[in-house]
């Protein structure tokens, strides 16, 4: 056998990160792998919320944003076109990945975790350890391997189908003008489904569109169509490094793991379909699969699964509850309106999408009383 390790992570984006880090605070041995060399791109809206910011802080790390200015403001236009801008309850930040990404690396490896450039293609399950490519073995594996996770491949679990798969494109463009704030534009035409653009505070801002599948092929043509449609101050001839990357909502997880293997991130599926964040979700979940790995390595999945439960169970329910009466574009118009009349239905609603708030029946009624309205801006 070759390198021996407690707790073994394959993938270092946000999950695999924090779960580096959660493992090493209980003084596990721990091996970091991914296929790639930091500083490395990552298709994303790179937009990181203050719920992120909360799991940094209990994992020690307080610079992951450091140098990147604040944005107090959201606006979300409706697929009826109206809009609701409030500030929000606490400030957002917008980081590209290639910076994000490579800080949070640098921490776990501060905190003694070993990083190796390594593409996992093998994944063996024994009595008392996990054995990757025949030569590295692990008490227990963390598989944060985004996506297209091999982990979650080899745990049986195929990608999620169509309705429970987006697909997005994501550039950077000259931010626009005004005062910064997140837009998000939601579209009519191709619901659910919606464009974004989050001012970065050096003259860029991360633009891009995405949309839920629905069993038709989506070209890169049809994504760049759509972002103009929604974004007319954006001149598509300005924008840099297009890629698209899927999103594997949490509307259909797998289970989080077997035995010794659990699974973090977007390789479980934590994407919120609401908004489509997913940086929350790989920081909370990867932090409780580090802790659950080294912890108990020959119960992990359970440990893991039981704390999971625990800590996003209830808002994870009320988040695809969400998820399913937004496919009504009327109930986002109601939304949208309720919130621009009530600043507790902003609040609860930003909650929902970007952290791990839950619906409340005053929320609901509220948007319930806007249902009969009718917005009269024209649809796009």
């Avoid at 860029?204 to 760049?224: K, S």
């Avoid at 929604?230 to 598509?236: A, K, Q, R, S, V």
């Avoid at 020959?298 to 695809?320: I, K």
Wanted: glycine share 12%.
């Amino acid at each position: 056998m070759g390198d021996e390790f407690d707790v073994i992570v394959v993938g270092a984006g946000p999950a695999g990160s924090a779960a580096a880090l959660a493992a090493r605070r209980a003084e596990a041995r721990v091996l970091l792998l991914d296929r790639d060399d930091f500083p490395r791109d990552k298709a994303c809206g790179d937009g990181v919320a203050a719920h992120a910011l909360d799991v940094l802080a209990e994992l020690g790390v307080t610079d992951a944003v450091a140098g990147y200015a604040p944005l107090p403001a959201l606006r979300l236009v409706g697929p009826g076109g109206g809009a609701v801008a409030r500030a929000l309850p606490r400030p957002a930040y917008t980081v590209p990945r290639e910076v994000f990404d490579a800080r949070l690396v640098a921490a776990a490896v501060a905190a003694g975790a070993e990083l190796r450039r390594h593409t996992v293609r093998r994944l063996e399950v024994r009595e008392d350890r996990v054995v990757l490519d025949g030569k590295l073995s692990g008490r227990a594996v963390v598989g944060a391997d985004g996506a297209g996770s091999v982990v979650r491949r080899a745990l049986g679990q195929p990608v999620n189908p169509d309705r429970h798969l987006a697909l997005a494109i994501r550039g950077y463009a000259p931010a626009l003008a005004g005062p910064p704030e997140q837009l998000i534009v939601t579209s009519a035409a191709r619901w659910p489904a919606y464009a974004w653009s989050f001012p970065i505070g050096d003259g860029r801002a991360n633009v891009g569109y995405g949309e839920v599948l629905r069993g038709e092929p989506l070209t890169r043509a049809h994504l760049l169509d759509r972002l103009a449609a929604l974004l007319p101050g954006t001149d598509l001839a300005a924008v840099t490094g297009l890629r698209a990357h899927h999103l594997p909502l949490s509307t259909h997880r797998p289970a989080p793991g077997r035995g010794r293997v659990v699974l973090a991130g977007d390789a479980f599926s934590l994407i919120n379909p609401f908004t489509g964040e997913g940086i929350f979700y790989a920081l909370r979940s990867g932090a409780l699969a580090g802790a659950a790995a080294a912890g108990a390595p020959g119960q992990a999945a359970r440990r893991y699964a039981d704390t999971l439960r625990r800590r996003l169970g209830t808002h994870l329910r009320h988040s695809t509850v969400a998820a399913w009466l937004a496919r009504r574009r009327r109930v986002v118009d109601a939304a949208v309106r309720a919130a621009r009349r009530d600043d507790r239905v902003y609040r609860n609603v930003v909650e929902l999408g970007l952290g791990d708030g839950r619906l409340d029946a005053r929320t609901l009624a509220m948007i319930g009383i806007g249902l009969p309205m009718r917005d009269q801006a024209p649809r796009r």
